[in-house]
């Protein structure tokens, strides 16, 4: 059995509806605030909005639109709270899948620095889940708070089975006992 995990939050489309085009205000309620916080470790959303146009293009579609959020990070040095605004512009290509594109052992080549576009399957595409990317895409993988500084801690001791032996020793280097 193939269980699908809950989405923190989904705006379906189905690609027959996209026509000349579709232009959307997405503007999740608290409770899906509250998993989308949830699902990318924030520890508050208090606004997110996403205004989303969907045009066809002469090899399949683009996505544009623009993320605004207020959002609440913790440094990862202080463990304190830290408010952020983002306030981003966004674009993505899109074609429609007609195959899943595999080498010749059934795996699926992936490259970070891909510019290819996004390939929709399925006939459709989730607008909701779009928003939540370029929101995550926004945020900062390591927030840290203005100031906030990394100290290394101090190197231990020697470690070395001899260090106790080492301690035994009196200062004019005699063994006692």
């Not at 996209?18 to 997405?26: E, M, Y």
């Not at 208090?46 to 913790?74: K, M």
């Not at 006939?123 to 708070?145: H, I, M, N, T």
């Amino acid at each position: 059995m193939n269980v699908i995990p809950d989405l923190a939050y989904s705006e379906p489309l189905r690609l027959h509806q996209i026509g000349a085009g579709v232009q959307r205000r997405l503007s999740p309620d608290a409770d899906a605030r509250k998993r989308i916080a949830r699902a990318l470790d924030l520890q508050a959303l208090e606004a997110f909005e996403t205004d989303i146009n969907l045009v066809p293009t002469v090899s399949g579609w683009r996505l544009e639109g623009r993320v605004v959020a207020d959002a609440v990070q913790t440094c990862g040095l202080t463990l304190e709270l830290l408010p952020v605004h983002i306030d981003r512009k966004f674009s993505v290509q899109m074609v429609e899948a007609t195959e899943r594109e595999e080498d010749e052992d059934g795996e699926i080549d992936l490259e970070l620095d891909d510019d290819s576009p996004d390939r929709i399957e399925g006939g459709g595409l989730d607008l909701g889940q779009y928003a939540v990317e370029q929101l995550a895409l926004s945020l900062d993988p390591f927030p840290r708070k203005p100031g906030a500084v990394f100290e290394q801690p101090k190197e231990p001791g020697e470690i070395s089975p001899f260090a106790v032996l080492k301690s035994l020793q009196s200062k004019d280097g005699s063994s006692e006992g």
